[in-house]
């Protein structure tokens, strides 16, 4: 088995990247954040929240984000009059051990002297990283995220069940999977409840499901885009059966909301729907937004499976692109890591595309480079929500 | 069972489904064996899609993985194609583009 590649931060969690987090904290502070990581699109990632408004949930993702495990330190960039709390995220990455820095933009010379400031401190930090020593690290200590988007009528019977053969695996080793969007479970919730492993957390999953349905029924639109009706998919309850094949058939060890990172290794559901009545529209604007809170629960990596061919990336942690459909992949190779559509031409089994996911989930983990990161995607969206903490009945012991 | 008595394009993910999904592409006047019966497909037909397997009664649920998926808006017969003209959702309606040629 492949040995996997670490570097090990101070709360005990290992990184399988080693990257400089550019944070803006503010849209109006974005531009000179993206000017400061610059081309290096390897050294310097950039992420950030662009809301003026106070939010415990935004405040507690970018906490979590820049204390990722594959982050090694950390430039916060700030307009300087935003409600964001500058000083407590500072505060929360100083304690965790990361070389972290605050340029505020009002108070430093504005746009180009903070440029030319935060470019200085970032390549003495993304320096001192890439000399870093690397450790070992075993299978057990990967949080390993699976999300689906750009789904179509193939989604469901290629790439989902094969990535759910990965996850098993992955269980198996000992790792954390985190599979979500309860919004994309709908019509789920009876099968997926019988494989919690308490009645407890089986009426827990039961209801963050509900909740979702009530949720989306508010909103008047289902988890579902005008390209899954071209691809073949008619209902959400369809959409969601494709997607649930994702999470494989290992119990369910738990549910956890974004931010909250997962105990111990298993096989988590993670609640992505914002608790009380709707406000701030959407749960999810967008796949990357899935990607953002399961980062934040600390997955090193994600599983990104696509009908229709999403291209996406992330900043932080690795993108593995998982092609359902055959006719996409020839179009899309270049952005495909996995070709599961092969299932469909009867020139691979899901046992073998299953076993192919997991294979790479390793190789990624001891440093190989996916597509997307190949070629510079670095997306990432963060906006706003509200979240009441998990209960006791979540996490069984 | 070596009776093919549907079409080797078609794939049945569970017994008790009442459609089919589409391997690949089919063209506008192909004909497909559905249950032992020839079907001639009136449009073209994408991969994923879905064909009726058994006649479904409007009202009635559509099963797909052996699951629900949704409730027939009109009778529908097998060998139909399945989707948003006769399927709707039992939770929220689908959002589709009508304008794409």
């Known amino acids: 088995m492949t040995a996997l590649r670490g570097w090990q931060r101070a709360d005990g969690r290992k990184g399988i990247r080693n990257v400089v987090a550019v944070a803006y904290l503010v849209e109006c502070a974005h531009h000179v954040a993206r000017e400061i990581a610059g081309a290096d699109r390897e050294a310097a990632h950039v992420i950030g929240f662009p809301g003026c408004f106070p939010n415990a949930y935004a405040q507690k993702m970018m906490e979590r984000l820049c204390t990722h495990p594959n982050v090694g330190a950390v430039l916060l960039v700030s307009l300087g009059c935003e409600s964001f709390d500058r000083y407590q995220l500072e505060r929360v990455v100083s304690d965790s051990g990361r070389p972290v820095r605050t340029v505020t933009i009002q108070n430093d010379g504005g746009t180009r002297a903070s440029i030319a400031a935060g470019r200085t401190w970032v390549a003495e930090q993304a320096a001192a990283l890439a000399a870093a020593p690397a450790v070992p690290m075993a299978v057990s200590e990967l949080v390993v995220g699976t999300v689906c988007g750009g789904s179509d009528g193939t989604s469901g019977i290629t790439g989902n069940p094969a990535a759910g053969i990965a996850f098993d695996r992955l269980v198996a080793a000992g790792a954390a999977c985190i599979f979500e969007e309860t919004g994309e479970l709908i019509g789920c919730e009876g099968i997926m409840a019988a494989r919690a492993v308490t009645p407890e957390l089986a009426a827990e999953l039961r209801a963050s499901v509900e909740k979702a349905a009530r949720y989306y029924a508010t909103l008047g639109y289902g988890s579902f885009a005008a390209g899954n009706a071209d691809g073949g998919l008619t209902t959400i309850e369809e959409k969601s059966l494709g997607a649930y094949m994702k999470s494989g058939q290992s119990p369910i060890s738990g549910l956890i909301k974004p931010g909250d990172i997962p105990p111990k290794g298993g096989l988590y559901l993670m609640d992505v729907v914002p608790d009380g009545e709707v406000r701030f529209g959407f749960p999810n604007i967008s796949d990357n937004a899935e990607i953002v809170e399961m980062m934040a629960s600390g997955a090193h990596l994600t599983l990104f499976v696509t009908g229709r061919g999403s291209v996406v990336g992330s900043a932080l942690a690795p993108v593995i692109k998982i092609a359902a459909n055959p006719h996409m992949y020839a179009r899309l190779a270049d952005d495909m890591d996995v070709n599961a559509g092969a299932v469909l031409d009867g020139t691979a089994t899901l046992e073998g595309v299953g076993q192919a996911i997991f294979d790479l989930v390793l190789a990624v983990g001891a440093g190989q480079r996916t597509k997307s990161e190949d070629l510079g995607h670095q997306e990432f969206i963060l906006t706003y929500k509200s979240f009441d903490p998990i209960g006791p009945a979540c996490l069984p012991i | ?101």
């Open chain 2, 1 to 101: 069972m070596t009776e093919a008595r549907s079409d080797g394009r078609l794939l049945l993910l569970s017994p008790g489904d009442s459609v089919f999904v589409l391997r690949g592409q089919i063209e506008a006047g192909e004909t497909v064996l559905v249950e032992g019966q020839a079907v001639t497909v009136a449009q073209r037909l994408g991969l994923g899609h879905k064909i009726a397997r058994v006649e479904v009664a409007a009202g009635n649920k559509v099963v797909k993985y052996g699951a629900p998926i949704g409730s027939a808006t009109k009778a529908i017969a097998a060998g139909d194609h399945v989707h948003l003209h006769n399927l709707k959702s039992d939770y929220t309606p689908t959002y589709a583009l009508t304008g794409a040629t």
